[in-house]
């Protein structure tokens, strides 16, 4: 019996916010015992133009490197800026 687990983002998609993009990335956890899958489970998680990329894979690096462009990093502050405004 040779239990493996691999980990894949098996799904990265760039969602339009209105004025600025985000990533939504979903990872696949699989276990397979002699090859044959017998489990598998997924975590999705949000990124912003904010980001901080460091624990990301590479492919996920690349689109957010494509799609956070300084216009969409500006839109995101301005957008986080108004929200502070209204809620203080």
Do not use: W
């Amino acid at each position: 019996m040779a239990l493996e687990k691999t980990q894949i983002n098996d799904k990265i998609e760039v969602i339009n916010n209105g004025s600025y993009p985000v990533i939504q990335v979903r990872t696949a956890t699989i276990i397979t015992d002699d090859g044959v899958e017998i489990s598998r489970n997924f975590h999705r998680h949000v990124l912003t133009p904010d980001a901080d990329l460091s624990n990301e894979g590479s492919d996920v690096v690349a689109l957010a490197n494509t799609v956070f462009t300084a216009e969409a990093k500006a839109a995101y502050a301005d957008y986080m800026a108004a929200q502070e405004n209204n809620n203080g």
